[in-house]
């Protein structure tokens, strides 16, 4: 019986022969990597006018450029009639106006135009307001110009998940079609004052660029789009290979007229001609259905063949067939092997790096060998890093939620952007969060370390952010206020235990409502220790690099760099003004054009609370919010030595929970409101060990 892999592998065979004939006789056929098909040629003779190229051997391996001023060529298509080039981005500075022509081809580039099917235009920035039009160009003379894309791209941090899954949706980035036959366009940009402050995605600039772009390269959802986004908004993408297709036509004759003429170029047999749709004026050839190769070569068109003209040659593609059938699965096999192999080195090397860096910060080296856990299982506890597995993210990485072997849920946190940063960081909140054992703090199990940075798997917290619940949409009611004041007492609990409990005093540096996670009870567990530092017993404090979010940082340690555990009330009572006000400090911008925080402060000295506190807690809470309002002010001190412990925080906020109604709390209670001079008086004096045994007296734990 004769084998049915015979004819396929002959198909095959023949088809790769017709692919060979796309030169002219003696003609360059190759460059590089790259096809030189006629009618393009490198050299007198092989190629028609206009399709000249030129191969440049000076790079290793060689590039193809178009004519000897044109784009870097990376693939010409034949059947398609295209060109894929090497595409330019352009730059504009943030702050400055501007009205510039962009030249996407040099004047003398023809016949070749944008291919308006297979391109966009791309802008790539935050904080403006720009508009591209048409200009008259020799390709569509007497056009009038005309506004074909505009665009403002929001900037919010909130949206940055957007870009995480890749592609284009306005979050710090637009898009839009191009029109037919464009070769270079105006753009007008505006630059917004109002957002040069304004959160944004933590890789976009504050800056623009411009491109025209192939659409399937730049709506590509790999892993290195949030790179593209970032190289762009900042104007370095010159390490970019950004491609863009050109449309071409032989000449500006219709298929009627060109075949009357000596050079219609659809010369090979079982060729035809097409009038061209992608642009104004020219014609193009193809091979007719069945066929194969270049219709503008003699007998370039190719059809497989349909039969054998002898034993002879069956014994022959039966003999190449199942040599190279054999070749093809023995490469198959070593590619597996190497693959695996390579891969096994790789998780060697980086466990040996990480087991390291973490050995040397952790002071019980045991706690490191009981916390590891393998790549393998983490991939089969998160379907392979499935995007459907994300629970959320921050600026130190994302998080999945993962079903282990013993199918008890966790939650694990993987970097995107690999930099030693990152990996310093990761291991720093390892090294922290395996000392720590708190209720209010969000349980570390481990980490695997056979990854460049470090994979690290909590607690798995089923109820999202407190920024997620206080911040609802429309009528919806947000957090109840004893919720909200438990909840506040929570966090100002892990951060005593952190700052004076823990061997070593730990300052979280990002407090903010996005770190604090909630269980199916509400209770609070704080997260996100990336940033953390900790500071020996005998120390006040260290002067380290900033690190934190806009507006809940310490402007004391913004302009110091010196961290203490000070640094932690400050944003600790920002995020008291979030709760009792539910309004977002890094976004928040008052009538009077000042902040959150400042304008906060003012009504309370100004007896004015009402005009800013949130109704749902007026009506809840009675006076309560009132007495945490003192409380937020007086962690929001600008010089850190005014401010309170968290210990002392604590113990106030656990008065107010048990709402006791004797006289001596009352008594107590207007002591350490004379004393903190809230209302009545300014006062720089920090509080002492004495006054917080005194306060721990009455307010038992």
Known sequence: MRSPVVPLLLAQLATGAAAANIALAGC??????????????????????????????????????????????????????????????????????????????????RPYVLSAARNSLVLVGCGFQAAARTATTPSRPGAAAATFGSCAPSCSADEEQKLRRGGCHGVGCCESPIPTGLTSFRVQFSWQEKNATAPRPAWVALGASVLTVEQEWWRDRDNVFAVKMSLLSSGNAAGLVIPAVLDWTLNKSSCAAAAKRSDYGCVSRNSECLNSTSSAYGYVCRCNDGY?????????????????????????????????????????????????????????????????LLLRQLVDKDIAEKMIFSLEELEKATNMFDDARILGGGGHGTVY???????????????????????????????????????????????????????LVYEFIPNGTLYAHLHVEGSQKSLPWKDRLRIAFEVACSLAYLHSAASTSVVHRDIKTSNILLDDRLTAKVSDFGASRGIAIDQSGVTTGVQGTHGYMDPEYYHTRRLTDKSDVYSYGVMLVELLTRKKPSMYLSPEGVSLVAHFVMLLNQDKLSEILDEQ?????????????????????????????????????QGLQKARRSNRHHIVGQYVTTRAGFFREETSRQFSMEEEIMLSARYPR
């Open 28 to 109: 360059e056929s190759k460059c590089g990597d790259v096809d030189v098909p006629y009618p393009f040629g490198t050299t007198y003779g092989c190629h028609r006018t206009g399709f000249k190229v030129t191969c440049d051997r000076s790079y290793q391996p060689p590039r193809l450029f178009l004519q000897s001023d044109g784009p870097e060529v990376l693939a010409i298509s034949i059947r398609n009639s295209t060109v894929r080039v090497r595409a330019t981005a352009w730059s504009f500075a943030a702050g400055n106006n501007s009205d510039a022509r962009v030249r996407v081809l040099p004047t003398n580039l």
């Open 292 to 356: 194969d190769g270049n219709p503008y070569v003699s007998d370039g068109c190719q059809g497989p063949r349909t039969h054998v003209g002898s034993g002879v040659y069956f014994a022959m593609g039966f003999g190449i067939g199942m040599s190279l059938l054999l070749l093809v699965l023995a490469s198959i096999f070593a590619t597996k092997r190497l693959k695996i192999r390579r891969a096994r080195k790789k998780r060697e090397y980086f466990f040996k790096q990480n087991h390291g």
């Open 401 to 455: 939620k993962g079903i282990l072997s013993n199918q008890h849920v966790v939650a694990i946190k993987k970097s995107i952007v690999v930099i030693q940063k990152e990996i310093d960081e990761f291991i720093n909140e390892v090294a922290i969060l395996s000392q720590i054992n708190h209720r209010n703090v969000v349980k570390l199990f481990g980490c695997c370390l056979e990854t460049e940075v470090p994979l």
């Open 617 to 653: 807690i007026m009506e809840e809470g009675e006076e309560k919010p009132k007495q945490v309002a003192a409380i937020a002010a007086m962690c929001l001190r600008l010089k850190g030595e005014d401010r309170p412990t968290m210990r002392y925080v604590e113990m106030r906020l």
